[in-house]
């Protein structure tokens, strides 16, 4: 969408030259590159499952992923493969129930009102290992194109005033709390969205051919790996009470950025120790 407003702000009427009609020429058949390769995320998605599968790398591990990539053609394959799926679904989603098709947030709602009994109490063990409660509705429905599918309807407070959480899965067997937990899953990829955006620069990137966006990418990834292998050593000061005793994302930022002037001050102790002058250290630090 970018490229297209670009190209339409730098339109010319004529162009002056031969050069100016080749620059043209070699954008124009770059967009229309771009657009022949382009893939939606719902097919990246179904792409990045058959690799893993064909890798066979995770034998035993079920899937768990936001609505923005269900499909039946995604739940197909993983189904396929012998495999569980668990899926957020927008509330907008129709269900039948009671031998009519009516919207999963309607039907929540109306069992909040109206019977609060039938969302149990569950103690849920998330990925990290902590104990969730949570407060959930199940049932097997039937929704179109994807057919009979078990539905959660999951509330984490008690008195169910929170907005609540409509999860799916194709596991008719599974309780609800096997299915919140598998969808715990999900969430390291939002920390990991989070971190990647605020703090290791992905959405920094102004470079525009394909090799050095899937550099930056994977430098973000690596800054990423070592940003969360970090272990704190920052001041008393940073250790604030909020964090009750974890490590903060803060806290390993300022751990790395001691480390980093610790190494710049060590380069530029060694050097004046073997005699060389401000010009060469700063030559050494900053070519020119």
């Known amino acids: 969408m970018a490229e297209r407003e670009y190209l339409k702000v730098t339109a010319k009427s004529h162009y002056d030259d031969l050069d100016q009609v080749r620059e043209r020429l070699i954008e124009m058949l ?52 012998g495999k569980h799926w668990v899926s957020e679904v927008e509330s907008s989603r129709n269900i039948l129930w009671n031998d009519q098709w009516q919207r999963v947030d309607a039907i929540g709602l109306e069992l909040r009102i109206h019977h609060p009994e039938s969302f149990r109490p569950i103690q849920v063990t998330c990925r990290n290992g902590e104990t969730k409660p949570i407060w959930a509705f199940t049932k097997v429905v039937r ?50 969205h989070e971190v990647s955006k605020q703090h290791t620069g992905l959405e920094s990137a102004q470079v525009r051919n394909e090799e050095a966006v899937n550099r930056h990418f994977r430098l973000s990834c690596v800054a990423q790996s070592i940003l969360q292998r970090t272990a704190c050593s920052g001041a008393q000061s940073e250790r604030f009470e909020f964090a009750q005793g974890k490590q903060t994302v803060g806290q390993k930022l300022y751990t790395l950025t001691r480390q980093a002037f610790d190494d710049l001050l060590q380069f530029i102790v060694t050097r004046c120790s073997h005699g060389h002058t401000n010009e060469q250290i700063l030559q050494a630090l900053l070519p020119s």
């Open 143 to 192: 929704l179109k194109k994807f057919g009979r599918k078990r539905l959660v309807i999951v509330h984490e407070q008690a008195d169910l005033q929170d907005p609540p959480r409509f999860l799916l899965t194709d596991a008719l067997h599974w309780e609800s709390g096997r299915v919140m937990q598998t969808w715990s899953y999900r969430w390291s990829c939002e920390v990991f």
């Open 30 to 81: 770059h967009y229309h590159k771009n657009r022949l390769e382009y893939r939606k995320r719902t097919e990246i998605a179904v792409e990045i499952v058959r690799q893993v599968e064909a890798e066979g790398q995770f034998p035993t591990a079920d899937y768990a992923f936001d609505n923005g990539v269900l499909t039946v053609e995604l739940t197909t394959m993983i189904e396929s493969a």
